[in-house]
């Protein structure tokens, strides 16, 4: 079992859809939790940083950490097709520990 | 972009040629770090640096060497290119800090035949 799970997708949705990708892990040491998005062929830009459970909002974007089930949300509100790209979610327990990558959810937003 | 350049961004290579690719950043990071990224597997870390000279194991370090003379440059050799090589390669580094996060570069398309 991989500690991060991460739906591959692809999610599909019309432009102005609220969209929510979402990621499990099982290791209870983490407590950072990163969304990184990637267009085609690009490398990961960071999206969203969050430290341990609650939410935070940035524009259009708002990431939630639930720690006590060991899932992390971002939701999307009024999505664009600027939006379409592959979403990774990340984590690690801070300090010098290693980043845990999930495998990244495909979203494309349809005009 | 915090800074980082990646070359070559593509190589088509055979089996058993050396390789190396290189990684350049600007802004003095302690912190580097080379992953491949595989469909199905995600970003796998091979091996990172936190200083000259100064380098370590990733999860999937086998095949691969790495190097840092300077601070601004990280090398990734792959001594003898397999198939199971092929991939593409990322380079990122840690901003350390208040978030202290890792921003990545464009990537190097690398392709063993």
Redesign the interface.
Known sequence: QKEVEQDPGPLSVPEGAIVSLNCTYSNSAFQYFMWYRQYSRKGPELLMYTYSSGNKEDGRFTAQVDKSSKYISLFIRDSQPSDSATYLCAMNAGGYQKVTFGTGTKLQVIP | DAGITQSPRHKVTETGTPVTLRCHQTENHR?MYWYRQDP????R?IHYS?GVKDTDK?EVSDGYSVSRSKTEDFLLTLESATSSQTSVY?CAIRQEGS?????????T?LTVL
């Open positions: 912190y199905g597997h995600g970003l870390l936190y990733g990322f978030t202290d996060t890792q921003y990545f570069g464009p990537g398309r």
